[in-house]
């Protein structure tokens, strides 16, 4: 993501701006406010303000105003406890607000989560922002075989080199007709219509962090497609790290790279640490995760191919699975 000398001057001269405040300020979230972080070819992330740190949130759990009476320790043992066993409106009192440049079709994506306030670039009063999302040859994913609305592994180079040429072809023939449409006189809105869904837009992005969090934990997600995970990463490492580091900590602990159990699971697992692998297997097979096709193979079933990868995860196998 560039931007030109006239805007880094401007942003130069926001960020030199001093005023004094009596709220609480994050002095490492401060170094970057208004600070583009680039994601993607053309897109950022930048943060425009927000409320809260860690002590808020420890605030707001022990309904107290004192501040400076715990130790951080104390601190960051409270937010764990809050996190672990899922107390969530505490972290509603921090908010943050973002300003994102994105391609269109990861803010399709983005919107679904409806627990911010939005407001997006409007091609209806300005033009369309004239970038647009590419692919590198290398970067071209196949279908995946076993999610119908997730990506594979890469395509050869020479098959994404032909598939980025006809890509570089494409924008600029659409861009052109967009164009031609605004010179002749077309409305705006009617203009843009044939624009693709690469095309970059811009929103402002309020939210909270309870509701911050929950979005972080599924677009950060192995499973959640590539070019919105590079958003969440660099919101999660970059910026959430920063404003609430003890948060952060205990989100990555006990949401990130925890290992939740169902009912079932923990049954296959306790007969497992038990040494009864034929007892795990009964147990999968009553609650239906071993249904087996004509010729007696296993049918594919998501749940007890998460329950095979949280074994693998401990280091255990599904007694199931042939040697």
Request: hydrophobic fraction near 40%.
């Amino acid at each position: 993501m560039r931007i030109t000398e006239e805007q880094r001057r401007e942003l130069d001269a926001v960020r030199a701006e001093k005023a004094e405040t009596r709220r609480a300020v994050v002095p490492a979230l401060e170094e970057i406010l208004y600070e583009p972080l680039p994601v993607l070819d053309h897109g950022f992330i930048r943060v425009v303000d927000y409320m809260g740190d860690d002590a808020a949130i420890v605030q707001a759990a022990r309904v107290s105003y004192g501040r400076g009476t715990k130790k951080s320790r104390d601190d960051a043992g409270l937010i764990n406890y809050l996190l672990r066993n899922w107390h969530t409106s505490p972290f509603e009192m921090c908010e943050i607000k973002l300003h994102v440049k994105l391609p269109i079709f990861v803010a399709r994506q983005w919107i679904r989560h409806r627990t911010a306030n939005v407001n997006e670039y409007s091609t209806r009063y300005s033009l369309a922002i004239d970038a647009a999302q590419r692919t590198a040859p290398g970067d071209w994913r196949t279908q995946a075989t076993g999610n119908r609305q997730g990506s594979g592994d890469k395509l050869p180079a020479e098959v994404g080199a032909r598939l980025t040429q006809s890509e570089t072809e494409l924008l600029r023939a659409t861009r052109e007709a967009y164009e031609a449409r605004i010179a002749a006189g077309v409305a705006r809105e009617q203009a843009r219509k044939d624009l693709p869904l690469s095309t970059y837009t811009e929103a402002y992005w309020k939210i909270d962090l309870q509701n911050l969090l929950h979005f972080l934990h599924l677009r950060m997600d192995d499973h959640a497609q590539e070019e919105i995970r590079a958003y969440a990463a660099t919101i999660g490492h970059e910026i959430v790290a920063k404003w609430v580091p003890h948060v952060w900590e205990a989100f990555l602990d006990y949401r990130v790279k925890a290992v939740h159990l169902s009912g079932i699971e923990a049954e296959v697992m306790a007969a497992l640490a038990e040494g009864q692998p034929e007892r795990a297997r009964e147990i999968a097979a009553a609650r239906g995760l071993l249904a087996q096709t004509a010729d007696g193979r296993l049918t594919r079933n998501r749940e007890r191919a998460e329950l095979e990868q949280k074994l693998r995860t401990l280091g255990l196998r599904a007694p199931w699975l042939a040697d």
